[in-house]
């Protein structure tokens, strides 16, 4: 690995390993993608649906960061509660985190991993968390996106002392150009990553190629871009009727770009849309939900990173230092600096109108 290209002077080698890791992860998960059949996909007791690529990708980053941070604990959504008891998912996944290393110093000219070493490896993402220290967070974000053959992410963030301090998002259906109303979910093949690392901005770049892009979100849409939601796809992740809402209170004339995982993110941090949202479903009659910590670590410091703001739904900073969930936050409001406020005080509006208090 080289840090020639990297436009960045903190947390080097730590950049350099997410970024090798979520490349290679992103290669193994479109290939993936490309040939999927129903076997290679289980259903998880939450009944969100998982496959042998989630667990692949997480084995094999986990894999690099064991080898590069071995004292540094991981949180992974993944587990291998259910790849232990299905023999053909398993050799699958060994099989393909092989596959996803090529040569590299450390590793050995033709390394292949055990059964052992790459469930043990999933596993590791194990830990809590917490506000002292630095541990990783991972996920391959946008299950359903992947198995529709639409929009998924790799993500990979570094945090310490409950603060992101570096994060990475791989986006292999995403295309190099702005989201295009109706566009923005059809897979073109060319991919982006984008990296972020706090205090020195945020770039995007090929998955093809090391040229770094700086990112700027500007503070509100300009008039050429008028103002569009980022929104999720499911109105199972979102309240999507009080978004609608929100849309109103904002005068939003278009409708919202709807897209799997944060891939949002990235699309903001590019200067798409001009307002990402996820509302808790339970203002729409759904149930109560703590968001995850690998669903917001990466593109919340992007955005931040970009120019923009990204908090709760009540303008609070989202809180990294409290376990594997968000659960001190409620909801997402990500934004342009300018657009921010307004779009926290329409979200109080339209949950007031519905008579839902916070807890």
Known sequence: MSSSNLPFTRLQKETEVAILSVLRACYLTKNVQDT??????????????????????????????????PEDPIIGEEDTSELRVNDGLREKVVKLVSEGFEREEGWGKDKTFTEDEVLKAIDAGSAEGGNKGRFWTIVIDGTSG??????????????????????????????????????????NGKGVLMVAVRGEGSYSRPLTSPTYTKLSLPPTPPASNPL????????????????????????????????????????????????????????????????????HASGSLLIHESGGICTDMHGQLLNFGVGRTLKNNEGIVAAGKEIHSKAVEAVKKAVEEVGVKRD
Request: proline share 5%; charged share 20%; with cysteine.
């Open 36 to 69: 999927l059949v129903n076997q290679d996909t289980l259903i998880k007791k939450d009944k969100s649906p998982v496959t042998v690529a989630d667990l692949s990708a997480q084995s094999l980053i986990s894999l690099h960061l064991l080898s590069h941070f």
């Open 146 to 187: 992947f198995i529709r053959h639409q929009q998924y992410a790799v993500c990979l963030a570094l945090i310490v002392d409950g603060q992101v301090e570096m994060g990475v998002i791989g986006c292999p259906n995403l295309g190099p150009e702005p989201a295009k109303i109706g566009e923005e979910i059809i897979p």
């Open 228 to 295: 569009t939601f980022l929104e999720s796809v499911e109105s199972g992740h979102s309240a999507h009727s009080i978004q609608a809402r929100i849309g109103e209170l904002l005068e939003v004339k278009r409708p919202s770009l709807r897209m799997d995982s944060q891939a949002k993110y990235a699309c903001l941090g590019r200067g798409e849309g001009g307002v990402y949202l996820r509302i808790p479903t339970k203002y729409a009659g759904g149930k109560e939900y703590a968001e995850k910590i690998w669903d």
